[in-house]
């Protein structure tokens, strides 16, 4: 069995796990109520904020908007913690998020609900073997995306989100420059058959992306011929070719609002049907199928990590000393440089896209 075919395993056991885990420990209405109840005074007291992924669970990003937090893609959740005046941030998504909410404020206190929470695309990206990667090709920008460790962002010469891959890349290749690109190999790809730029590519993938199936989302359209079909960009190939509109999160939920259309099938993490249904409430919204005919689900596009940031967790997140965000001072100052980058381009080009206008 190769090391990458054992490493999938692995994350396929942890992924039955949680949610094996989170069918079986359903909370009543009245113990949701008061565990929001309990985070929602905690918040205050602690003078903290809460900074929620799209994906995570419906209660979770409820909570965040109630107490003037926010609910965004991993771009804004950075932007919105460096920004906020509250002492503690308390992040509801994966690991990576903490920690580049930990580097860009390291001021302020990141907590977590779970440290576990991680993503297959920072797992499958450790930093010695790409750094030996990087070194074997050390004439190529290094372009890596947001969901990886931040020793690898160090690594780095940019970082970059889904909503903002395609920009950053037709920029350097415009500028001749080669790209090496890490770490999800989905994306990457479609980046280079957008941009057309020299990419050399990590081989790595989400686990919950990677499984949309091309077969099942045609069948699907031909059982709702008038639904606009809107893609993640970490999907395969074959499935993005399927796409009426390819983009990161946020785009997908503008997307759902600006068309015209009355039915989404939608090919990204389950999780993001809140925000969908909040800013179209007139349209429906179809998840797009996963596995084929064995399949235990019908679509399994729930990511497990994200389904870690439980009630329960959040309501003790300040009285553990298992759950903060630490990140190594040298290895911080250094991936704050392509982080930066990435924000200050994500700034020029908002200017640039608001002149046009
Ligand atoms: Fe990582 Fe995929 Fe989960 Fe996002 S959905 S955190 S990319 S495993």
Known sequence: MSLATEKLDVIRQQVQYHLDRAENEQLSPAQQRQLSDDIKNRLQQENAVLVAHYYTSPLIQALAEETGGCVSDSLEMARFG??????????????????????????????????????????????????????????????????????????????????????????????????????DRHLGDYVRRETGADILMW?????????????????????????????????????????????????????????ANKQFIVATDQGIFYKLQ?????????????????????????????????????????????NEIFVDSTVAEQAMVPLHRMLDFATELKLSVKGKA
């Open 82 to 183: 460096h920004d906020h005046p509250a002492e503690t941030l308390v992040v509801a998504g994966v690991k990576f998020m903490g920690e580049t909410a930990k580097i860009l404020t390291p001021e302020k206190r990141v907590l977590m609900p779970t440290l576990e929470a991680t993503c297959s695309l920072d797992l499958g990206c450790p930093i010695e073997d790409f750094s030996a990667f990087c070194d074997q090709h050390a004439d190529r920008k290094v372009v890596v995306y947001a969901n990886t460790s931040a020793a690898v962002k160090a690594r780095a010469d940019w970082v970059v989100t889904s909503s903002i891959a395609l920009d950053v890349v037709e920029h350097l290749a415009d500028q001749g420059e080669k790209i090496l690109w890490a770490p």
């Open 278 to 322: 909040q800013v179209a409430p007139d349209k429906e919204f179809i998840i797009a199928p996963t596995a084929g005919q064995g399949a235990t689900c019908h679509s399994c596009a729930n990511c497990p990590w994200m389904a870690m940031n439980e009630l329960e967790s959040l309501a003790n997140v300040f009285d553990r000393d298992d």
């Open 203 to 259: 081989d790595g993938a989400c686990i919950v992306h990677e499984e949309f199936k091309a077969r099942g989302l045609a069948d699907l359209k031909r059982v709702y011929p008038d639904a606009a079909v809107l893609v993640h960009p970490e999907s395969p190939a074959s499935v993005i070719e399927l796409a009426d509109r390819v983009g990161s999160t946020t785009q997908i939920i503008n997307a759902a609002r600006e068309m």
